[in-house]
């Protein structure tokens, strides 16, 4: 047979979930053709997979790229990690649709909720539309790494109908109503691929606003799920009420709703579920909710993380220091010249003999200095390669404790390790009880979908883009302190599965017919880096990255676009409109 790529003798494990076996794969005009033992194929380029192992490439669906797709067309950190496709829009925040002259208020949102800075914002994105379908129109022209989906996010909705009532969560009319589902209904039938929105007061714009349709009424919330019915296409994404422990009696009143909303629409509902420290076994709750609500006819599915949904600590990023005098004056040195006086006894002595400066309470950021210092106890040297799975008995206060030592003095002289470039983490969420048994378990649930990677955003705070890798790495190979998954469940949970969830049916499965989205993998030598912090967003804007290594190579359409994780230039990647 003739193809224009050949994978072969590698250990295929296809996205089904089925056992892996080796086989060799055949690609022609972007489509596999063939899986199987294929003999001889006339190619024009073979890839030797063997000793690896061939996968989809994974589709991740919660990422917030909406800005930077206009000016990246690698779309790293996530292009790094097998990711062929990626699905933003999430948390009811976007670019689309806007009003001339309220581009910048759609700036401030993101950053504030998303912490993706807000100058390479205003520099890098390009405009040029209004309306959402013409957003998708700017998006259709782009050749990017990736395939990238998007969904039309409320926030935007609201704002572009109720002006400033809608940005300050007035309550909308009938007529608003009304509107506003006639415009989701639009971008559905232009290529959206759902509707996203956020209930949760800790999202709120950099004004100290929570985002529009924070405290939506159920009519509102109703009229966007008309517009699901109506269009007969799409998914609700929601970061619900209560998902980070603000409201321990919200949970359960929003699937009440959330299962309404999937009843009356016939279509999904996804929602972010996470383990809360104030009520360690809520989740389950959900998850019994969740299935009771399959049960009764409805589509929700719960949005679980693979790994502790937390911060990052360190000198290149926020640290509980931050707010001390001595420590700001060092700001404006190179971070090499700054570790070097932070280095010095007397700078030493001065920065943890101080109190803390009062923080700014027009920065939604300025009080994480005061939350590391209470918490040492919770914060985890990371490491390089990273523990996402710590003891408890490893944190920082724990080892000041046995070094009878002041945990603050600890943690200031264990930042000066690597450089000044080691890292720590506190698992805010997902953690309560010191290890992983809770996410395995999130995991596994019948209707649990992997995603929360927020690829794009949180530049200063987390990295988990690389939460596709880590499946592989810590569930499929690496865990310790716990039972692994099969790496064949791992693969369909983030390929076949997600995929699914969106209606993209043309990829997440190695089979004839459907798109040329692969990785192959060297599953032995796969490793994750530890996360760094780079300034090469538009003006200079600050990033978290994290590399892998082990991807031999990274297939979009029958293109190669990565080859021993170094970009080729290749961009194959497109938009996708809407389900298929």
């Not at 670019?95 to 100058?119: H, K, N, S, Y």
């Not at 192959?520 to 590399?547: C, E, S, W």
Request: net charge negative; with cysteine.
């Amino acid at each position: 047979m003739d193809a224009d790529l050949v994978i072969t003798g590698g250990l295929v494990v296809d996205g089904t979930g089925d056992k892996a076996r080796v086989a060799d794969v055949a690609v022609s005009d972007g489509q596999i053709v063939a899986v199987g033992d294929l003999g001889d194929v006339n190619a024009k380029q073979t890839v030797d997979a063997a000793g690896r192992i061939v996968t989809p490439g994974f589709v991740d669906v919660h990422t917030h790229y909406d800005g930077q797709v206009t000016w990246d067309d690698k779309l790293d950190p996530s292009a790094g990690h097998g990711v062929t496709t990626v699905v933003m829009g999430n948390c009811g925040v976007g670019f689309a649709p806007v009003r001339p002259g309220a581009e910048d208020w759609l700036i401030q949102l993101m950053e504030g909720v998303e912490d993706i800075p807000g100058t390479a914002l205003a520099e890098g994105i390009s405009w040029g539309w209004e309306s959402f379908p013409e957003y998708l129109d700017v998006l259709d022209k782009r050749e990017l790494a990736v395939d990238v989906g998007t969904q039309v996010a409320h926030g935007a909705v609201r704002a572009y109908v109720m002006g400033e009532r809608g940005a300050q969560n007035k309550a909308s009319t009938a007529e608003e109503n009304a509107q506003m589902a006639d415009i989701v209904q639009e971008a559905l039938e232009a290529g959206a691929l759902g509707v996203s929105t956020s209930r949760t007061v800790v999202h709120r714009a950099l004004d100290g606003e929570p985002v529009p349709g924070t405290f939506a009424a159920e009519d509102e919330l109703m009229a966007l799920g008309e517009a699901l019915r109506r269009a007969g296409t799409g998914l609700f994404e929601v970061a619900p009420a209560g998902v980070a422990g603000e409201d321990l009696l919200a949970p359960a009143k929003e699937m009440e709703w959330m299962q309404r909303l999937s009843a009356q629409s016939g279509r999904p509902v996804t929602y972010a579920m996470l383990q809360v420290d104030a009520a360690p076994d809520l989740w389950r709750e959900q998850m019994e909710q969740s299935l009771a609500a399959v049960d009764a006819g409805a589509q929700i599915y719960p949005q679980v993380a693979a790994r502790p949904f937390g911060l990052l600590m360190g000198l290149q990023t926020h640290n509980p220091f931050a707010k001390r005098p001595s420590f700001l004056t060092l700001q404006d040195l190179s971070f090499e010249d700054r570790v070097a006086r932070l280095k010095q006894a007397s700078t030493r002595d001065a920065i943890l003999g101080e109190a803390d400066l009062a923080p700014d309470p027009g920065s939604l950021w300025d009080g994480l200095a005061a939350l590391f210092q209470m918490a040492l106890d919770r914060v985890y040297p990371l490491g390089d390669p990273p523990d996402y799975e710590p003891a408890p008995e490893t944190s920082v206060a724990a080892r000041a404790e046995r070094a009878g030592r002041d945990a603050l003095a600890h943690v200031y002289d264990l930042m000066l390790e690597d450089d000044g470039m080691a890292m720590f983490m506190l698992p805010a969420f997902n953690y309560s009880e010191g290890s992983h048994d809770v996410i395995r378990e999130q995991l596994l649930h019948p209707t649990s979908v992997s995603g929360l990677s927020d690829g794009g955003a949180h530049c200063g705070m987390i990295c988990d883009a690389s939460i596709p890798t880590y499946m592989l790495t810590h569930w499929a190979r690496d865990r310790s302190r716990g039972a692994k998954l099969d790496l064949e469940w791992v693969v369909k949970k983030q390929t076949a599965d997600t995929a699914s969830l969106f209606g993209l049916g043309d990829r997440g499965v190695l089979r004839a017919g459907m798109r040329a989205d692969i990785n192959v993998i060297d599953f032995d030598g796969l490793q994750l880096g530890a996360p760094h912090m780079a300034h090469d967003l538009p003006a200079g804007g600050r990033r978290l990255l994290q590399t892998a290594s082990g991807y031999d190579a990274t297939i979009v359409a029958g293109e190669i676009t990565r080859r021993k994780g170094q970009d080729t230039g290749a961009r194959p990647g497109r938009l996708v409109r809407g389900t298929r």
